[in-house]
């Protein structure tokens, strides 16, 4: 069972559609692996069927309802089958991974991190990554211009005293400066969305600049 | 536009399962005429304009003719089935972006141990609840919720448009929605 879940605000963003792609891989992936936010999912989408059954209704073209009638008939596109799911990554990542985790071109950053970045069209801004990190190493200490939401797929890491194992979600905003270290217990796999540039301050900082985003 | 009498949720629920079962162009009719009108509404709301608005809306009728099959009035309501289905329209024609979503009723979902299928609360007692939850809402609260379900708007953007503090919105939003999930679990106050 997850113990940390993303942030009330992204919840909701995601039930109203105003939630950037990014953030909504984040968001669904957890809900694969979280019932009690698929439970507060189904009220906030309650919400939006509320509130639309609230708006006053608006004047249709003339013919709208005669066109619709007519295009009944029309054969549906073919529904994509879900992707395939594996023992990391839950099917909506998985269909943005485009292979299993055992096939991930993962690139090597150094210090027994590597990444693997996701591409979503049109996210400028965004940095959206799988990173792994070995055990009981440490992504060294950081800080974002923007918002960043963390979700862990495997192993697990500890970051401010809290711990965070498989589902659980860690948000962190610009005032936040931290230095997440991986758990001891094997390797940690985690689905990372950058908004804006991270700014390194340790030793090994200038090392890593391909991380810079 | 034709005078229409308001549709209880129960009939509206009762529409879409027909249309599914039996393909009823009546009653799919009736839905047309308490849905399109609000979809439309709603997308231009978020700033559609009117040709837009009207592709989506047709767009979305049409997925609510061909989907109702899939329609299940134990999991949602018909309204929320259809703003889901609109939200998810405008996010793929007007935003352009894909939509990720958890795949229901998939095998890998972790199941909810806690809460047993009989101890969940029905559909209708929880729309119930939603409507009473809208209702007490400050009025500050409630429109911060407005504003992000039909504006499109981040807090950051939220707090440039009212003026006010990001601090502040974020913590109208915390206790909106703790509000909210309180109504939902069941209790009242």
């Known amino acids: 069972m997850s113990r940390h879940h993303p942030p009330e605000d992204v919840l909701m963003a995601y039930a109203a559609g105003s939630l950037p792609e990014p953030h909504s891989l984040v968001v669904a992936t957890h809900l694969s692996l979280c019932p009690a936010c698929r439970q507060t999912m189904t009220g906030l989408d309650a919400l939006g069927g509320a509130m639309l059954d609230d708006l006053s209704p608006t004047l249709m073209e003339a013919d709208s309802l005669d066109r619709l009638m007519a295009r009944l008939e029309e054969p549906a596109p073919p529904k994509a089958p879900p992707a395939p799911t594996d023992s990391v990554l839950p099917s909506p990542l998985r269909a943005y991974v485009g292979r299993g985790i055992e096939n991930v071109a993962w690139k090597k950053l150094g210090r027994g991190i590597e990444e693997f970045r996701l591409p979503i069209p049109n996210t400028d801004g965004y940095t959206t990554r799988l990173v792994r990190v070995a055990a009981g190493r440490d992504i060294p200490s950081h800080s974002h211009d923007g918002d960043e939401l963390t979700l862990v797929l495997a192993g697990g890491f500890t970051d401010g005293g809290e711990n965070y194992r498989r589902g659980d979600v860690a948000g962190a905003d610009p005032t936040v400066h931290h230095t997440p270290v991986a758990d001891a217990d094997g390797v940690c796999i985690c689905l990372i969305v950058t908004e804006g540039k991270l700014r390194f301050s340790g030793p090994f900082g200038p090392l890593l600049s391909y991380f810079r985003g | ?189």
């Open chain 2, 1 to 189: 536009m034709q005078r229409q009498a308001p549709v209880a949720p129960g009939e509206l629920d009762a529409l879409v399962v027909t249309v599914g079962r039996t393909r009823d162009r009546e009653a799919f009719v009736a839905l047309y005429r308490h849905f399109a009108p609000r979809v439309k509404a709603y997308l231009l709301r978020l700033g559609a304009d009117d040709t837009t608005a009207e592709e989506a809306t047709q767009e979305t009728m049409l997925a609510v003719w061909r989907r109702a099959d899939s329609f299940d009035p134990s999991q949602a309501g018909a309204s929320t089935w259809v703003f889901t289905i609109a939200r998810n329209r405008r996010i793929d024609l007007i935003r352009r972006e894909r939509r990720p979503e958890a795949e229901e009723g998939s095998a890998e979902l972790i199941p909810d141990p806690a809460v047993p299928a009989d101890q969940k609360i029905a559909v209708e007692e929880r729309d119930r609840r939603v409507r009473v939850a809208l209702e007490v809402l400050p009025r500050e609260q409630a429109a911060l919720i407005e504003m992000a379900y039909y504006q499109d708007l981040t807090q950051t953007a939220i707090a440039e448009k009212t003026g006010l503090p990001l601090g502040t919105v974020k913590s109208r939003f915390r206790l909106a929605f703790a509000r909210l999930k309180r109504v939902l679990d069941g209790d009242m106050s």
